[in-house]
């Protein structure tokens, strides 16, 4: 079974501040995908990051950037200096690499809030 | 950039009444999905859709739902006889067929719907 904990509801941060999103999964296979996804006000689900099990190279993309540590099963996320336009709930999702298993298991999601 | 398309955006629907939620996936993907999100709640894996059949589905997706790809390019969920738990946003998503499992599935906008 797969579990994504975050154990985060809520952030409230003014703009300009870093913003570190907490991810605890639980997977008993040994290859295995982590996303973040965005959800802004308005619904929609956005695909933001993706990191393989194998690979545990911290990266920065833009004002992004995602702390993956095997040993503590933890894949945590952080904005640099936050906008108004980064509000939004964000989700951690863990999908094993089996074949015909390719479902998502989301965290109960971060609701960020910033602020002007 | 290619989108997943879903209508209706929002269907509101008389309990007991059977409702289609309609999905455009981005065209060159091959596994398909459902998701749903009640309100203020995770989102929530319901099946996946491969080579014209379900690989996979969770519990949720009891004899009430199905689904079915009738052409090319829909993807379709019906609900049978709703009831007032199954309000909720539905959402589709779609991905590659190449290395599936490392692919990220893209979201489209979600369809809300509401069972009085």
């Known amino acids: 079974a797969q579990k994504v904990t975050q154990a985060q509801t809520e952030i409230s941060v003014v703009e300009k501040e870093d913003v570190t999103l907490d991810c605890v999964y639980e997977?008993?296979?040994?290859?295995?995908?982590l996303f973040w996804y965005k959800q802004p006000p308005s619904g929609e689900l956005v695909f933001l990051i993706r990191?393989?099990?194998?690979?545990?190279q911290n990266e920065i993309s833009g004002r992004y950037s995602w702390n993956f540590q095997k040993s503590t099963s933890s894949f945590n996320f952080t904005i640099t200096a936050s906008q108004v336009v980064d509000s939004a709930v964000y989700f951690c999702?863990?999908?094993?690499?089996?074949?015909?298993?390719?479902?998502?298991?989301f965290g109960a999601g971060t609701t960020v809030t910033v602020r002007a | 950039e290619p989108e997943v398309t879903q209508t209706p955006s929002h269907q509101v629907t008389q309990m007991g009444q059977e409702v289609i939620l309609r999905c455009v996936p981005i065209?060159?993907?091959?596994?398909f999905y459902w998701y749903r999100q009640i309100l203020g709640q995770k989102v929530e894996f319901l099946v996946s859709?491969?080579?014209?059949?379900?690989?996979?589905k969770s519990e949720i997706f009891d004899d009430q739902f199905s689904v079915e790809r009738p052409d090319g390019s829909n993807f379709t969920l019906k609900i049978r006889s709703t009831k007032l738990e199954d309000s909720a946003m539905y959402f589709c998503?779609?991905?590659?067929?190449?290395?599936?499992?490392?692919?990220?599935?893209?979201f489209g906008d979600g369809t809300r719907l509401s069972i009085l």
């Open positions: 859709f491969y080579n014209n059949e379900i690989s996979e």
């Open positions: 997977t008993r296979d040994t290859t295995y995908y």
């Open positions: 998503a779609s991905s590659e067929g190449y290395r599936v499992s490392n692919q990220p599935q893209h």
């Open positions: 990191r393989n099990s194998f690979d545990e």
């Open positions: 065209s060159n993907h091959l596994y």
């Open positions: 999702a863990l999908r094993a690499s089996r074949s015909n298993d390719y479902k998502l298991s």
